[in-house]
T-cell receptor
Framework: AQSVTQLDSQVPVFEEAPVELRCNYSSSVSVYLFWYVQYPNQGLQLLLK????STLVKGINGFEAEFNKSQTSFHLRKPSVHISDTAEYFC????????????WGAGTKLIIKP | DGGITQSPKYLFRKEGQNVTLSCEQN?????MYWYRQDPGQGLRLIYYSQIVNDFQKGDIAEGYSVSREKKESFPLTVTSAQKNPTAFYLC?????????????FGPGTRLTVT
């Protein structure tokens, strides 16, 4: 069975510093990978997704992620964070080109320190 | 504006009562989903529907029921059989149930059962 591991439950970082949120998945088949963001007491919004092609994926709000098949990882990065990036970030994976549902990570809370 | 509406935002019930959570979308999406979110656990799929008058159980369907009589609507009933119903409930939709399609989320309903 597939699983997704978000290695950090919380990541504190100073404003304007870079950040990396880590995501690893377990799968022996082709996968699609997603990062969603959830602001406090709201629903989720798609940040970016990897389906195929370039392993570096750019998303909204200056975020990007790199698909690494050999390490089964899909880490999310931002070169300079802002206070408005305070949110919880979820990584999700599913089997490529299928009707399979998303498997979600437990989430990482990004805490921006002024 | 197109989107997903969930009502109410907060819901309080006594133990032993059934309660129905509303989810409406005007995105003309075929697929709709219900997730439960608990702190530190990410999202868990309760039910999903790929098309009107059809729905499938997710990972934690016990104690819940759904209907999909209209394309726009996918209400979730939390029954008295659900042992631990207090949680944040999220409804989502996607154009189709295929894995490549982004899911769009509603703002959520926080249910408290005492």
């Amino acid at each position: 069975a597939q699983s997704v591991t978000q290695l950090d439950s919380q990541v504190p970082v100073f404003e304007e510093a870079p950040v990396e949120l880590r995501c690893n998945y377990s799968s022996s088949v082709s996968v699609y990978l997603f990062w969603y963001v959830q602001y406090p007491n709201q629903g989720l919004q798609l940040l970016l997704k990897y389906l195929s092609g370039s392993t570096l994926v750019k998303g909204i709000n200056g975020f990007e992620a790199e698909f690494n098949k050999s390490q089964t990882s899909f880490h999310l990065r931002k070169p300079s964070v802002h206070i408005s990036d305070t949110a919880e970030y979820f990584c999700a994976v599913t089997v490529a080109d299928s009707n399979y549902q998303l498997i979600w990570g437990a989430g990482t809370k990004l805490i921006i320190k002024p | 504006d197109g989107g997903i509406t969930q009502s109410p935002k907060y819901l309080f019930r006594k133990e032993g009562q059934n309660v129905t959570l509303s989810c409406e979308q005007n995105l003309n999406h075929d697929a709709m989903y219900w997730y439960r979110q608990d702190p530190g656990q990410g999202l868990r799929l309760i039910y999903y529907s790929q098309i009107v008058n059809d729905f499938q159980k997710g990972d934690i369907a016990e104690g819940y029921s759904v209907s999909r009589e209209k394309k726009e609507s996918f209400p979730l009933t939390v029954t008295s059989a659900q042992k631990n119903p207090t949680a944040f409930y999220l409804c989502a939709s996607s154009i189709y149930a295929r894995s490549s399609y982004e899911q769009y989320f509603g703002p959520g309903t926080r249910l408290t059962v005492t």
